[in-house]
């Protein structure tokens, strides 16, 4: 049975509190995080991460019940600071986070061993790269992959393709990326704004850049899901950083249609089975 969104939101914040007294969000982080994305070095992670328990209210609305089938297995691919892994783990899912820990100096060896501790599995693994993949010998019964598509500078094949052979035959892969023609980002546009990531955050990052590179439409999900030989079960539209920033009425007037027509949501999120 499925807890309420007052209890999730609960073992969420304890998970994300837990987390940061682990791995501290301070200066020397931020700036080591810059290195290949200059955005970084004065983001708020915190509102960020804080922001993010309704992103994780809406992938828990679509995993199975964990008190109707054996222990559910997910694999939570980039999961970086492991706050939905934890979460997850927490409410009785077997969780394993795949993150290539490797690239951040050992910045996140502390939270490494944290989450182990509390029983999430960690797999120091690039799914975005050519691996051997005779290493993830473990299938599971869901994958996530949670805004990581649009940092790829490349071609998505690669990590679908991987998290199809992590997949068990029944299982199946929810999908989060950030809807371009989100109703905000066409008014950056009318006003003759970039929707794209800063020059100057392009220009300081060393290379490889890794901010977003590709944000996605419904209509490239659905040739994407087309392409990678997946299908769509459920699709979903929500939006999760609106709030003070927008709290004036004109405000609001102007991005109400992020509110009322799904094509204008700020976040796309899809549950995809593979083809037989």
């Given at each position: ?88 783990q927490r ?177 796309i999120l ?7």
């Open positions: 049975m499925k807890i309420s969104k007052k209890e999730f939101k609960k073992i969420y914040f304890k998970a994300l509190q837990d987390i940061i007294g682990t791995r501290p969000l301070n200066q020397e982080l931020k700036d080591l995080l810059a290195i290949h994305q200059y955005e970084y070095k004065h983001y708020d992670f915190m509102s960020y991460l804080e922001k993010s328990w309704f992103r994780a209210w809406q992938v828990y609305n679509f995993l199975p019940d964990r008190e109707n089938s054996n222990q559910i297995k997910i694999l939570d691919i980039g999961g970086f600071f492991g706050n939905f892994s934890l979460c997850f409410l009785g899912y077997k969780v394993t986070l795949a993150e290539a820990y490797d690239y951040y100096s050992g910045a996140f060896d502390e939270l490494k061993h944290f989450l182990e501790k509390e029983g999430v599995e960690i797999l120091n693994k690039d799914f975005t790269s050519l691996m051997p993949l005779e290493e993830v010998t473990e299938k599971h019964d869901v994958v996530l992959c949670l805004a990581v598509l649009e940092h790829l500078a490349h071609s998505p094949a690669t990590i679908l393709n991987n998290i199809k052979n992590s997949l068990l035959a029944e299982g199946y892969l929810i999908l989060e990326v950030p809807n371009i023609a989100y109703w905000y980002r066409r008014m950056q546009l009318l006003r003759g704004e970039s929707v794209l990531p800063s020059i100057e955050s392009i220009y300081k990052s060393k290379e490889p850049y890794m901010g977003h590179h590709h944000e996605y439409t419904k209509r490239e999900i659905d040739e994407l899901a087309k392409l990678s030989g997946f299908q769509i079960e459920k699709i979903n539209f929500y939006n999760y950083s609106l709030g003070s920033d927008f709290s004036s009425t004109i405000i609001k007037s102007l991005i109400l249609p992020a509110y009322l027509f799904k094509s204008c949501k700020e976040i899809v549950k995809l089975k593979p083809k037989k």
